[in-house]
Protein backbone atom coordinates (compact mmCIF):
# COMPACT_ATOMS: atom_id res chain seq x y z
CA UNK A 1 0.00 0.00 0.00
CA UNK A 2 1.32 3.34 -1.06
CA UNK A 3 1.37 6.17 1.93
CA UNK A 4 -0.34 9.50 1.01
CA UNK A 5 2.78 11.90 0.79
CA UNK A 6 0.77 14.02 2.50
CA UNK A 7 0.99 12.25 5.50
CA UNK A 8 2.75 13.52 8.65
CA UNK A 9 6.73 12.14 8.40
CA UNK A 10 7.33 11.20 12.13
CA UNK A 11 8.18 7.91 12.60
CA UNK A 12 5.37 7.48 15.46
CA UNK A 13 2.43 9.31 14.03
CA UNK A 14 -0.19 7.03 14.76
CA UNK A 15 -2.24 7.40 11.11
CA UNK A 16 1.01 6.85 9.21
CA UNK A 17 1.65 3.65 11.55
CA UNK A 18 -2.50 2.94 10.71
CA UNK A 19 -2.33 3.16 6.93
CA UNK A 20 1.18 0.89 7.22
CA UNK A 21 -0.46 -2.13 8.84
CA UNK A 22 -1.29 -5.30 6.61
CA UNK A 23 -5.20 -6.34 6.85
CA UNK A 24 -4.51 -9.31 4.40
CA UNK A 25 -4.59 -11.71 7.40
CA UNK A 26 -7.96 -9.75 9.24
CA UNK A 27 -10.74 -11.51 9.31
CA UNK A 28 -14.53 -9.77 8.06
CA UNK A 29 -15.45 -9.51 11.87
CA UNK A 30 -11.90 -8.13 12.46
CA UNK A 31 -12.16 -5.36 9.45
CA UNK A 32 -15.34 -5.04 10.42
CA UNK A 33 -14.52 -3.99 14.24
CA UNK A 34 -11.99 -1.96 12.26
CA UNK A 35 -14.14 -0.24 10.52
CA UNK A 36 -16.62 0.70 13.34
CA UNK A 37 -13.29 1.99 15.00
CA UNK A 38 -12.43 4.12 12.57
CA UNK A 39 -16.18 5.79 11.76
CA UNK A 40 -16.19 6.49 15.98
CA UNK A 41 -12.41 8.67 15.26
CA UNK A 42 -13.81 10.08 12.39
CA UNK A 43 -17.08 11.27 14.65
CA UNK A 44 -14.70 12.24 17.71
CA UNK A 45 -12.63 14.09 15.07
CA UNK A 46 -15.38 15.87 13.30
CA UNK A 47 -16.74 16.72 17.08
CA UNK A 48 -13.59 18.58 17.20
CA UNK A 49 -13.66 20.39 14.26
CA UNK A 50 -17.40 21.44 14.55
CA UNK A 51 -15.91 22.52 18.72
CA UNK A 52 -13.03 24.28 17.38
CA UNK A 53 -14.93 26.31 14.31
CA UNK A 54 -17.51 27.55 17.00
CA UNK A 55 -14.73 28.65 19.56
CA UNK A 56 -13.25 30.59 16.68
CA UNK A 57 -16.31 32.15 15.61
CA UNK A 58 -16.94 32.87 19.11
CA UNK A 59 -13.40 35.08 19.52
CA UNK A 60 -13.74 36.45 15.83
CA UNK A 61 -17.02 37.83 16.86
CA UNK A 62 -15.33 38.78 20.19
CA UNK A 63 -12.58 40.75 18.71
CA UNK A 64 -14.37 41.73 15.42
CA UNK A 65 -12.01 39.85 13.29
Known amino acids: MDIDENLPLRRDDPLAN???QDIDA???AELEARIAALRGEI???EGKIAFASKHRSVADALFKK
Open 26 to 28: LSV
Open 18 to 20: LVK
Open 43 to 45: ARC
